[in-house]
């Protein structure tokens, strides 16, 4: 098993540009989100996904949509890149009843 | 909302000794699941230790250990014969375990505290 996988690694924008910041995970997991880490703040919830189809918000979801048309995969898109956006980017999986996440290595975004 | 407080934002501690990690939570549930992760510099976030609200003994994983005080939200870590790769930021996190509730799926982290381990 690959386990989560995201892409890119690192990625430079500039204001306004759009990108969509990939995941995927071939556990069957039911459950994948979408954390940003910044310096003193831990990680922050931006999306999750209870299956496919079903997608909610989480803490900090303005400037950023998702969608979940398979059980693999959960794209992250940032529809108008703002220098705020700027952080470490990560995906992860759970199942129940364990609930630990499995995380995926991070993207690097920087905004200019 | 449930909130996660890692009162500590470094600790440090010397080779083979112990250190003990702070983390309290609040919430409202009864049903709930904690976690310590750790991020070493490569960035990559590992699950060290896990546990289930209404299972009363602690978890332990090796050198691992956490005291789980339920009625004072507390949940701490313990790094027994400390090794120089312990050395990372480590994260405690919560989720719910209620199906019903609106926090369902989510986890909450604290702010993170970073470990320095000395030769």
């Known amino acids: 098993n690959a386990g989560v996988t995201q892409t890119p690694k690192f990625q430079v924008l500039k204001t306004g540009q759009s990108m969509t910041l990939q995941c995927a995970q071939d556990?069957?997991?039911?459950?994948m989100s979408w954390y940003r880490q910044d310096p003193g703040m831990g990680l922050r919830l931006i999306h999750y996904?209870?299956?496919?189809?079903?997608?909610d918000q989480g803490e900090v979801p303005n400037g950023y949509n998702v969608s979940r048309s398979t059980t693999e995969d959960f794209p992250l898109r940032l529809l108008s890149a703002a220098p705020s956006q700027t952080s470490v980017y990560f995906c992860?999986?759970?199942?129940?009843?364990?609930?630990?996440?499995?995380f995926g290595p991070g993207t690097r975004l920087t905004v200019t | 909302a449930q909130t996660v407080t890692q009162s500590q934002p470094e600790m440090s501690v010397q080779e083979a000794e112990t250190v003990t990690l702070s983390c309290t939570y609040d919430?409202?549930?009864?049903?709930?699941?904690l976690f310590w992760y750790k991020q070493p510099p490569s960035r990559q976030m590992i699950l060290v230790i896990r546990?289930?609200?209404?299972?009363?003994q602690n978890a332990t994983e090796n050198r691992f250990s956490v005291n789980f005080q339920k009625a004072a939200k507390s949940f701490s870590l313990k790094i027994s014969d400390s090794q120089l790769g312990d050395a990372a930021m480590y994260f405690c996190?919560?989720?719910?375990?209620?199906?019903?509730?609106?926090?369902?799926?989510?986890?909450?982290f604290g702010q993170g505290t970073i470990l320095t381990v000395h030769p």
């Open positions: 992860a999986s759970s199942l129940y009843p364990r609930w630990e996440q499995y």
């Open positions: 556990m069957n997991h039911e459950y």
């Open positions: 996904s209870v299956g496919a189809g079903i997608t």
């Open positions: 919430t409202s549930e009864s049903d709930y699941y």
């Open positions: 546990q289930e609200a209404y299972k009363q």
């Open positions: 996190a919560y989720r719910s375990g209620d199906a019903g509730g609106t926090s369902y799926g989510k986890l909450t």
